[in-house]
């Protein structure tokens, strides 16, 4: 258990979120019409003299691709990785082109040179948004070294070096920095949101194996009755039949099934004790924490589980919470998984707390990652796809639903070391809000499972 790593396989993602055309046609939509409306003010209302034509056709292009677009794609089409990259880049060097005519970098709306790398930025992978980034560098490099003169109403006004280096130097690094920035803030985002998005399913997929045996349960016991009733019929009617009627077999023989089903409602009704009981039941502690651990045997490894409540004889009663099974289940697997030869899980109580400990004899978790833990996709097993470091974020998330906080940490003697706790009062709270109570059912003090 000594890492972060997923104890279920991580659900497929996606590797980027798709951008939806429309979205892209509203955006370039609205630059164009801002391109458009500049030109012309700056050209009719303003004076200024700007090579009007060859910047209209420039705008002209981008018209043409939206109604290219609007025409020959379904209104909700969301474009691939490299289409979206495509359209991006576009957009790129058509804005560079009409810098190009308008003064280059001297030109106030060189800034907007930013829009396409921060729009790329917030749903494309790392490696287009570094594409992309690269292009802008490049035009932002092409406008500082040749240009179009920046129209004046008067002498033109010649821009220091320094001044147009410092210039590109800002517009370069303001391409990296806010690329980068929300790049990283975006795929924080993605990552965060699929792995809600895989404890929520991996919650569903506990809930309906409740669900599922809470029916089996329900539908033995409803069923009970007429087979009951079946069964009496049918044992007269072996009875009372001679031995050499015809009829005498086929009663024996729905006598004998009626008791075969009778048998296996039975246990569909009753569950194995080792398995917590019925799932809507409440059951002590103890039960409902080897429940969890019973999917995880290896034979290499010893898994012990041991009670030290005080007092011994008031252990509490709590609900079979499908969040509380599953997020113990992921960090018992865990622990198996790392451990050298022996895993221990120690449930204690008392009057105010429910405490359970998971503890192994492997390596421990990585100090440097020990403050982290919990974060989704948080891994030390580099390379592997089948261990993509959503187990503990899984288990903290579903086991905090519980009411219960989690604190991990190092043995001295090495191995990790997870401290679950709960508040004894909400969790029997918990439990008296189910249907029905589990009786009968053993205290186990220490059990060896292997």
Not at 44 to 61: E, H, N, Q, T
């Amino acid at each position: 258990m000594n890492a972060a790593t997923a104890s279920t396989p991580a659900e497929p993602r996606t590797a980027f979120d798709r951008i939806s055309l429309r979205r892209l046609v509203l955006i370039r939509s609205v630059a164009v019409t801002g391109q458009a409306l500049t030109l012309l003010t700056v050209h009719f209302i303003l004076g200024f003299r700007l090579p009007l034509l060859p910047a209209l056709a420039a705008v002209g292009c981008s018209v043409l691709l939206n109604l290219g677009s609007v025409l020959f794609h379904r209104a909700g089409t969301r474009l691939g990785e490299r289409a979206a990259g495509f359209y991006l880049a576009y957009d790129t060097l058509q804005l560079a082109v009409l810098l190009y005519l308008t003064g280059g970098l001297e030109n106030p709306f060189s800034i907007l040179m930013l829009a396409p790398v921060t729009v790329a930025a917030t749903a494309l992978s790392r490696r287009p948004v570094i594409v992309l980034a690269s292009l802008a560098v490049a035009a932002i490099t092409v406008l500082g070294l040749g240009h179009e003169p920046l129209p004046w109403r008067t002498t033109p006004f010649v821009f220091p070096a320094d001044l147009v280096f410092g210039i590109w130097m800002s517009l370069v690094l303001a391409t990296v920095f806010i690329g980068g920035y929300t790049w990283s803030v975006a795929q924080e985002a993605r990552r965060l949101r699929d792995a809600v998005a895989a404890t929520q399913l991996a919650l569903a997929r506990e809930q309906r194996v409740s669900a599922v045996g809470a029916l089996a349960a329900a539908a033995a016991h409803e069923l009970g009755s007429p087979l009951a009733t079946i069964a009496v019929i049918a044992k007269e009617l072996a009875r009372e039949l001679p031995g050499d009627s015809p009829h005498a077999e086929d009663a024996a023989l729905l006598l004998s099934q009626s008791e075969r089903c009778r048998h296996i409602l039975a246990e569909l009704a009753h569950q194995p004790e080792e398995d917590g009981g019925l799932p809507y039941t409440s059951l002590p502690i103890s039960a409902l924490v080897e429940a969890s651990g019973a999917l995880y045997r290896d034979p290499r490894i010893r898994l012990i589980f041991a009670t030290t409540g005080e007092p011994a004889d008031n252990e509490p009663l709590v609900a079979r919470s499908p969040e509380i099974l599953h997020g113990l289940n992921n960090l018992i697997q865990n622990a198996v998984q790392f451990a050298r030869h022996e895993v221990s899980v120690t449930i204690f109580w008392d009057a105010a707390t429910v405490t359970v400990e998971v503890a192994d004899d492997g390596p421990g978790f990585p100090p440097h990652l020990l403050g982290r833990l919990g974060e989704p996709y948080l891994s030390t097993r580099a390379g592997n796809q089948d261990h993509m470091g959503l187990g503990i974020f899984i288990a903290q998330s579903l086991l905090e639903r519980s009411g219960a906080t989690l604190h991990f940490d190092n043995l001295s003697e090495g191995g990790a070391h997870v401290v679950i706790s709960w508040n004894r009062a909400n969790l029997e709270t918990a439990a008296r809000a189910q249907p029905h109570a589990a009786g009968g059912i053993r205290q186990p003090v220490e059990r060896h499972l292997a």
